[in-house]
């Protein structure tokens, strides 16, 4: 039996665009939206799984996150490969200010009976399907921290070995699940590994290692849109997030960036030395430097 066009999504323009296809609804502000795949890497150290972690407890609350607006609860899976569970705990408590959520769920790899086989395989990813269909479980958001642990592939820079990971992941969106895979920085600045990673995101954030001096328990960062398909204007503004942790508490602060390049010029005219000039910008003396020269 031959199959249709249909089967195969065939359809001239003309019906295409005819059909009644839902738009995708916002789940926090408008770069996190129903059956999509998100990116967000960093250098190590810089922030990522507190950024994840305190995405998912927003989510889960119904709550904003950063300065982006949250309509509705959203219940989340969120799958950990890298932390211990003490220190995954430690962190929950502090950024749900001591009160997370039902709506999250967590899948640690540290406590787990039965470890997970890699999500990169056809068993481990077999398995995360049966444990988000759990009526229990079945979220809205799926985020993996991180695909270094949880879907390593044999040879991370060979396009051809991301295939299968690819391919599941476009079938979680297409099942309307919204996947947000957590990533490292290269030694370079980009995300590591092949480039084939960055195809299928519909959004890919930065978060960028925001220079200042260094507190305790604090961490500054800033979130930058290196990929996006559905954002304009003032949404792709890169913003600067500071985060500070205490036992059983959080706090997010966050503005907008400024333009360093002309500040550092107009401060100079101005006569301020470059020194003063990177206290001020929370860079180093060579940054001032190249922005005054540049």
Not at 94 to 122: R, Y
Not at 221 to 240: A, C, I, S, Y
Not at 254 to 276: H, M, N, P, Y
Request: proline fraction near 4%; charged fraction near 20%.
């Amino acid at each position: 039996m031959v199959s249709s066009n249909e089967d195969f999504g065939v359809y001239q323009a003309s019906a295409f665009v005819g059909l009644d296809i839902p738009p995708r609804k916002p789940l926090m502000g408008n770069w996190l939206v129903e059956s999509s795949i998100t990116l967000i890497y960093a250098d190590a150290g810089v922030g990522k799984t507190n950024f994840a972690l305190g995405l998912a407890i927003a989510l889960a609350k119904g709550e904003d996150f950063l300065d982006y607006s949250n309509a509705a609860q959203t219940p989340v899976m969120f799958f950990d490969g890298e932390m211990p569970a003490y220190e995954l705990q430690r962190r929950l408590k502090a950024l749900s200010g001591g009160l997370p959520p039902d709506g999250l769920m967590l899948c640690s790899s540290s406590i787990a009976k039965t470890p997970m086989d890699s999500l990169a395989s056809e068993d481990g990813q077999y398995i995360a399907e049966k444990l988000l269909e759990q009526p229990q479980n079945h979220p809205k958001v799926i985020i993996i921290d991180n695909k270094s642990t949880l879907m390593a592939v044999k040879r991370e820079n060979d396009a051809d070995s991301w295939i299968e990971c690819q391919n599941w992941l476009i079938r979680l969106r297409n099942e309307g699940y919204a996947v947000v895979l957590v990533h490292h920085a290269g030694k370079s600045g980009a995300q590591r590994g092949s480039s084939m990673t960055e195809v299928t995101p519909d959004i890919i954030l930065k978060l960028a290692k925001a220079g200042g001096a260094p507190e305790d328990n604090c961490s500054r960062f800033v979130v930058q849109f290196d990929k996006n398909r559905h954002l304009m204007g003032k949404e792709l503004t890169p913003k600067l997030v500071t985060l500070r942790m205490a036992e059983n508490s959080a706090t997010w602060e966050v503005q907008a960036t400024i333009d360093k390049q002309a500040t550092a010029k107009r401060l100079s005219d101005e006569g301020l030395s470059q020194r003063d000039i990177a206290a001020r910008l929370g860079c180093s003396v060579g940054a001032v430097n190249g922005y005054i020269n540049t």
